[in-house]
Every structure is written in C-alpha cells, then in structure tokens.
C-alpha cells in the first residue's frame, strides 16, 4: 500500500542500491564499471603542493543502476507505481546532495612533507544518508496525494497545495501497527518481546505503553551448551548446563 512506510522504504531501498554500487564501482570489485575520475574539481596547483585526482566513488554509474533495478521492480502505469518512483527521486536526491562536499584528500610525500595532495569524491557513511531520509519521515516532510480523476489529463495523482517535489508522498493513511491486522500485514504488538531498559524502538515503553499495553516479566528454564572442550580429531563436546532467563513480553 502507498503508506508513509511504504514512502520511506522506496526511497531507502533507492539510496542503499545506489551507495553501495557507487562504492563497489570505486574499489574495483565489479567490471562493468570503474572509479569516477572526473567528478571533482581540484584546487589549482601552488607553490607547495600539487593535487591529483583519486578514485572516486560513481555516484552518477550507482545513480542509473539503482534506478533502472528499481523501476524494472515497479512496471506498470498508475498511481501506485508512480508514487514509488516519486518516492525514489527522493533517495536519489539525498544521496546526490552536496551541501557539505564528501571530498577527501591524502597526504602523499617524502617524510610526511605533504608535496602531493591526491582528492577524491567519497560519499558518506550509509546510515547518515539513511537518517538524512528519515527525517524526511519524521519532520513532516511528507503529503498525502489523491487519485486523478479526470482520465488522460496529467500525473495519475494529484498533489495539494504546498506538496512539492521535495517531500516523500502517500496516498493511504497507515493503518494502526499497534493491533493485529492480516489483511494490511501488521502483527500488532501483544506478546511482543520487549527491552525495560531501554528507550529505543525495541523498549516496552516504545512496543507496550505507547499502544495502551501493560508488559510483564516472565522467566523461563532451558540448558546452554557450557563445558566445551576440542576433541581430536575434529569435534567439540558440550556439557548442558541448566539456565534460567528473564524477559518481558506486552500484554
């Protein structure tokens, strides 16, 4: 369904194919594509150090891939496929975003004299694109679109007023992942396995609380492997030792 979830995971799913290939095209693991040695512009040469162009990664060869992949994926006319691919644009948008220039540069000369400077276009690590896209989600940088109705004219959805090119789209509210729903896919989260300790998106507070649920403690006798010694030749042989655990479930 085209949920805000949905939204969220397709431009994701854009974004990680693209770094990944970008980097992998860098490093010379695949054949079909090589480093993208013109993408930066370096500085003009001075009287103490020259530069020279790296290896950089190919965001643009990553870019075509990521997105040929995905909309082979995504065949079809109507709105669903083209809010995914909407929804993609964004992905791409994050990971072609330059405000800070992902450029680095080494040292390269005798005795660390720096003589060389050799630059390349690195992108940054996966998971600050990935909250850069998540913000998108939980900023508000979205909007619910609705169906075209008038047939041959235009988008196959239309966006209201203020709903740029620049926010992940929806068309169908999300439905509510606290309660058990087959026909959407949620599971609900009564009986879920919950963490007290914690704040984080696997806390009873966040799983349990928030959903109007209590959550209980519940403690649990099995055996672990313990003892183990290598055998010659070639096993190792494990006592069972008794164990008693302790989790928390919702309820």
């Not at 209201?160 to 169908?172: A, E, Q, R, S, T």
Request: glycine share 8%.
């Amino acid at each position: 369904a085209a949920t805000k979830e949905a939204a969220y995971v397709h431009a994701l799913s854009l974004a990680a194919i693209a770094h990944s290939v970008a980097k992998v095209c860098a490093v010379g693991d695949v054949t079909s594509c090589s480093c993208d040695t013109e993408r930066l512009e370096l500085p003009a040469t001075d009287s103490e150090r020259r530069y020279a162009m790296g290896c950089s990664d190919n965001v643009g060869f990553g870019l075509t891939f990521a997105t040929n992949f995905l909309h082979k994926r995504h065949l079809g006319v109507g709105p669903l496929q083209e809010i995914e691919r909407e929804n993609m644009r964004i992905g791409a948008r994050v990971v072609q975003d330059e405000d800070e220039p992902p450029y680095v540069c080494h040292c390269i000369g005798v005795s660390g004299s720096c003589t060389v400077l050799t630059c390349q276009y690195e992108l940054p690590e996966f998971s600050q694109l990935a909250h850069r896209i998540q913000d998108y989600y939980f900023t508000n940088r979205t909007c619910k679109v609705r169906w075209n109705n008038i047939v041959g004219e235009g988008s196959a959805f239309v966006r209201p007023p203020g709903c740029g090119d620049n926010k992940l789209i929806y068309m169908v509210d999300s439905p509510n992942y606290c309660v058990r729903d087959v026909v959407v896919g949620s599971l609900g989260t009564a009986g879920r396995k919950c963490d007290p300790h914690t704040t984080g998106p696997n806390s009873c507070e966040n799983l349990c609380t928030r959903c109007g649920l209590g959550h209980v403690s519940i403690e649990e006798s099995t055996e672990s492997n313990c003892w183990c010694e290598f055998v010659f030749c070639c096993e190792i042989r494990c006592s069972k030792c008794p164990e008693r655990r302790r989790y928390h479930v919702c309820t």
